[in-house]
Structure formats: C-alpha cells, structure tokens
Nanobody, 123 residues
Framework: QVQLVESGGGLVQAGGSLRLSCAAS????????MGWFRQAPGKEREFVAA????????SYADSVKGRFTISRDNAKDTVYLQMSSLKPEDTAVYYC????????????????WGQGTQVTVSS
C-alpha cells in the first residue's frame, strides 16, 4: 500500500511563493502518474496539476497555468508543486494523489490520496 505525505504548506502573502512536496512510502510511485488537487472551504475538491510517470508530460488547471509548476524526482519518490504569484483564491487544503496508471488521466484514475496540507494566502 502506498502512503502519500504532503508537506510545505503554510501562510503566505499574496504574490508570494510556496513549494509543496509529496513523499511516497510503502510502495513506489515512480511508474505512476501523480497529481495535485485542492479543496477550499465550502467547495468541492478540484484538479490543480498532474504529471506523468517520467515527468515528460504535465497538465494544469486554467486557474493555475503559468503560476504553478509540477515536477517529480523518481529517485526520491517525491512530487513537487511550486506555487508562485499566489492569490487569496488559492487558499485551500492541497492534496497529493497517486494514479494507478503511468499516464495522466481523469480524477477517477487516482486511487491513493494524502491527508492534505493547508495553504493560506493572505491579501
């Protein structure tokens, strides 16, 4: 069983940056696509970014395109989300997710989830 643990969340001012990390343990995720999702208070969980098994393909939600960058280090079994030019509307709990497939797919492809890390952006 894969365990995913997120870290790097916190409080930041608008315009600032944060880097989230997601470390996998138990079983490797190096051959699987990985994703980041977020859930703001009172809203449904939404897709943020995804990366395929070798980092050669990425996908982003329109709301974060050009500001967020997803990457991975398979040697460390870790996925990252670099967030820049943060806005108050980016405030949410951010979740790391592991897919059962090597290539980016829909939300239903993700079968492992972390506990989440809080990101709060103040105006």
């Amino acid at each position: 069983q894969v365990q995913l643990v997120e870290s790097g969340g916190g409080l930041v001012q608008a315009g600032g940056s944060l880097r989230l990390s997601c470390a996998a343990s138990g079983r490797t995720c190096s051959g699987k696509a990985m994703g980041w999702f977020r859930q703001a208070p009172g809203k449904e969980r939404e897709f943020v970014a995804a990366i395929n098994w070798n980092g050669g393909s990425t996908s982003y939600a329109d709301s974060v395109k050009g500001r967020f960058t997803i990457s991975r280090d398979n040697a460390k079994d870790t996925v990252y989300l670099q967030m820049s030019s943060l806005k108050p509307e980016d405030t949410a709990v951010y979740y790391c997710a592991g897919s059962g497939r090597p290539y980016i797919g829909g939300t239903s492809a993700y079968d492992h989830w972390g506990q989440g890390t809080q990101v709060t952006v103040s105006s």
